[in-house]
């Protein structure tokens, strides 16, 4: 039997009477070191400094938090290692709430009251299980996944692996997933479901199918899960990324906005809602969800400055040109020499497009690498609509013809043309569509069907 005299108890929940009795019942199992916290700041605060081993966390923490939400911003910033224990204390009238959260599994859930003995017993077969994967752990944290691959492939042959079969199944696909195999991570979560029908391994075909940009087989499958899993709001996120990729950015940002009402703590969602309705076109609802973000998203460095980019698109969308101006001067120096290439671009065209004066310059010296590197969809964007302003089509049309022909054609392609016809240059923008259409008919026609490349 393990010795929690040698472990470390963290018990979290805003009621002292609630606090005392779980740590007499650690007590009572050996514990020596039970520390408090009272709320969902203070546990971070502990959980940043100090890492226990057992955490014993109230689902209800008060202020309208509960322990699915920590449990989700420790992972979110991984805070919270594979080793440590994560167990849910819940009453039975949350009972449902917690095993229905798909994604967001804590390592066990205890109904209260509970004896010491009924503590141990899980306790003891979630340490069981943590040492039987913690070779596995180890290298997927040094991200050696070719190594945590072969420690899964072991287990899964032996006799203790049969207890932990389907978990060791789910790792491997996430595991691959991770690492950028996308096709082996679709195969192996297929290969889950032709013995049990998990929600999460039809997420994760979905998911691979996403990455590999077969949207329309990827839409297919999140909606069986949505359908049958409601409360799997991670697959409603999916759903509406998914949904933005084809160009259905209404659709997406009504999902997204149903599901951040059920989860209004949910600040990773409110970012993909801001996203999906600037793509819509709805700048209210954009500002308002970063507005929510910047106000109330208090883990040390969860604001980013892409974060800031954001809220001040949001505003330059709504016409407010002194708001985003403003905002984007208030990035300190620190924050902007520390941005990539990326970020650069993006900060130094909203600059140029809300200030010329201020913006310009900067705009201008970096020219000559946006005419070479490679950006995602919403920095494209950006250096489209600021070029169009500043007259400078060699580089709006570049930017254009380059996002036309990515995967992302269709997730852009509303808000290029919207930004090209307010120039007056949609027919220079159905100009570029259609040489973008012949150069990939030409590249169609030059690979034979079987080659890799068609595929």
């Known amino acids: 039997m393990t010795d929690y005299s040698k472990k470390r108890f963290l018990v979290i929940d805003d009621q002292s009477q609630a606090r005392d009795a779980l740590r007499t019942v650690a007590q009572q199992l050996g514990a020596f070191a039970v520390e408090f916290a009272s709320n969902y700041q203070d546990a971070i605060f502990r959980i940043r400094n100090n890492m226990p081993d057992i955490i014993l966390c109230d689902y209800m923490l008060g202020e309208g938090r509960s322990g699915q939400q920590l449990l989700e911003e420790l992972r979110r910033f991984n805070l919270l290692p594979d080793e440590t224990i994560f167990m849910m204390v819940t009453g039975e009238q949350s009972y449902e709430q917690v095993v229905s959260a798909v994604e967001l599994i804590p390592d066990d859930y205890i109904i209260k009251p509970f004896s010491p003995d009924k503590l141990l017993l899980r306790l003891e077969r979630i340490v069981a299980k943590k040492l039987f994967f913690a070779g596995y752990y180890k290298e997927k944290r040094k991200q050696e996944y070719a190594n945590a691959l072969a420690i899964l492939e072991a287990s899964r042959e032996s006799e203790a692996g049969r207890l932990y079969r389907f978990e060791i199944l789910r790792q491997r696909a996430e595991v691959f997933l991770a690492s950028g195999d996308v096709k082996s991570a679709e195969t192996a979560y297929r290969n889950i479901l032709e013995n049990y029908e998990f929600p999460w391994a039809r997420a994760g075909v979905a998911r691979s199918l996403h990455k590999q940009n077969r949207l329309q087989e990827a839409r297919e499958e999140i909606d069986r899960v ?3 899993t409601p409360h799997f709001f991670d697959a409603g996120d999916l759903k509406a990324s998914i949904c933005m990729a084809q160009g259905e950015h209404a659709e997406a940002q009504q999902i997204l906005d149903e599901i951040a009402k059920k989860t209004p703590r949910n600040y990773l969602r409110k970012r993909l809602l801001a996203e999906a309705a600037t793509l819509n076109g709805d700048t209210e609802t954009a500002l308002a969800a970063m507005a929510d973000v910047i106000a109330n998203d208090t883990m040390p460095g969860a604001i980013s400055a ?21 905002v984007l001067l208030g990035i300190r120096d620190s924050e902007l020499q520390k941005m990539g290439l990326m970020e650069q671009a993006s900060f130094a065209a909203l600059l140029a497009i809300s200030s010329v004066e201020k913006g310009k310059i900067r705009f201008a010296g970096l020219r000559p690498a946006m005419l070479v590197t490679e950006f995602n969809t919403t920095t494209r964007l950006d250096i489209m609509r600021a070029a169009l302003s500043l007259d400078d089509h060699q580089l709006a049309d570049l930017q254009s013809g380059q996002l036309m022909a990515s995967p992302d054609a269709k997730k852009a392609f509303s808000a290029a043309r919207t930004l090209y016809a307010l120039h007056g240059r949609e027919k220079d923008f159905r100009e570029i569509q259609r040489q973008v259409a012949l150069l990939r008919i030409k590249h169609d026609e030059d690979v034979p069907p079987n080659s890799p490349v068609a595929a």
């Not at 892409?306 to 403003?326: C, M, P, Q, V, Y």
């Open 226 to 228: 949505v359908a049958s």
């Open 306 to 326: 892409e974060d800031r980019l954001a809220t001040a698109r949001s505003h330059i969308n709504a016409g407010d040109k002194i708001t985003a101006e403003k």
